[in-house]
């Protein structure tokens, strides 16, 4: 069967198509992605602005045409933590279902670390033992533990690396000061999260998703994505301390040039990648494995497993 995935986060709005059917694993057919960058658009009430509104539903009105045309037999359509945040965002849903027939279900921060740890332990598979997994989004980081399918502790906590590139990065490239602000913000943030997952054991297997942790491995040198079937792409704690200043250093427009940096991230890779060395620290991460899969494949997993299975 020929399934959609719409995903409509913070930094794009992104529709992947698969072919699949369960117990089979999910074959990439196309995918379809444009820029969104909604934190520019956040007003300070916390409301999307009118020019944010109208960017949004005409790049909805662009993937509500080419999904009529994908002949797909399903769609599940999502929306992460801008829209689940934004002070208008059920209006802003209602006018989205009324003028293009999408109505995206906005998953809560722990459905997010729920279903992306579903993706990371097929890929992994159950030798992976107890995993941890890192995910840092555009508006949230996402962290998740456990040995099974499902999680023993999900949590979502508000340091994505474009909502944190809009509150602390007012120049370009960033201050030292402002660096630093970041990094003392991050550091009062994150001692609830390492408390609660203190209280479990210790992690086999850390692991890093979401394009910012490809992103960063791909920058400290390794030379694929990790997408194939004997591919494992580690991103080491060591390397990210050594790339981040060089890129902090560095106007946004001219880290693109680099490799694993494209041009809509670039804004916001630096914060990601303090975020993800102050992660590591927190947590005592000596190195991440990258998992090419994420939230959207997760997605995808779950409505497959709730599907009857035909042995045939």
């Not at 279903?115 to 997994?133: C, D, E, N, P, Q």
Request: aromatic letters at 4%; charged letters at 25%.
């Amino acid at each position: 069967m020929r399934l959609g995935v719409l995903d409509v986060g913070s930094n794009t709005i992104h529709l992947l198509v698969v072919n699949a059917r369960p117990g089979a694993m999910p074959v990439p057919e196309a995918s379809k992605k444009s820029t969104m960058r909604l934190m520019k658009y956040l007003e300070p009430d916390g409301s999307i602005s009118e020019d944010g509104v109208e960017r949004i539903m005409s790049k909805l009105h662009t993937a509500a045409a080419l999904i009529e045309d994908l002949n797909l037999d399903e769609l599940m359509p999502m929306a992460t933590s801008a829209l689940r945040e934004a002070k208008n965002g059920q209006a802003l849903l209602d006018r989205i279902r009324n003028e293009t027939g999408i109505d995206l279900h906005v998953m809560s921060g722990e459905d997010e670390a729920s279903v992306t740890f579903l993706a990371v332990r097929r890929w992994f598979g159950w030798s992976a033992g107890r995993i941890t997994l890192v995910d840092i989004g555009g508006g949230s980081l996402e962290l998740a533990t456990g040995t099974n399918e499902l999680p023993e502790l999900a949590m979502s906590v508000p340091l994505g690396a474009g909502r944190m590139t809009r509150r602390f990065f007012e120049s370009n490239p960033p201050t030292s000061s402002e660096i630093k602000k970041l990094r003392q913000h991050i550091r009062r943030v994150l001692p609830d999260a390492v408390r609660e997952f203190g209280g479990l054991p210790n992690a086999d297997q850390f692991v890093g998703s979401s394009k910012t942790v490809r992103s960063w491995a791909r920058l400290a040198g390794s030379v694929t994505d990790g997408v194939g079937p004997t591919d494992r792409v580690r991103l080491r704690k060591h390397q990210l301390d050594d790339w981040v200043p060089r890129l902090a250093a560095m106007p946004a427009a001219s880290r693109s040039a680099l490799p694993g940096v494209t041009k809509d991230r670039s804004y916001q890779i630096v914060a990601g990648g303090i975020v993800l060395a102050e992660v590591m620290d927190a947590f005592g991460i000596e190195e991440l494995d990258v998992s090419p899969w994420a939230m959207r494949e997760g997605v995808l997993l779950d409505y497959l497993d709730r599907l009857p299975r035909d042995p045939r």
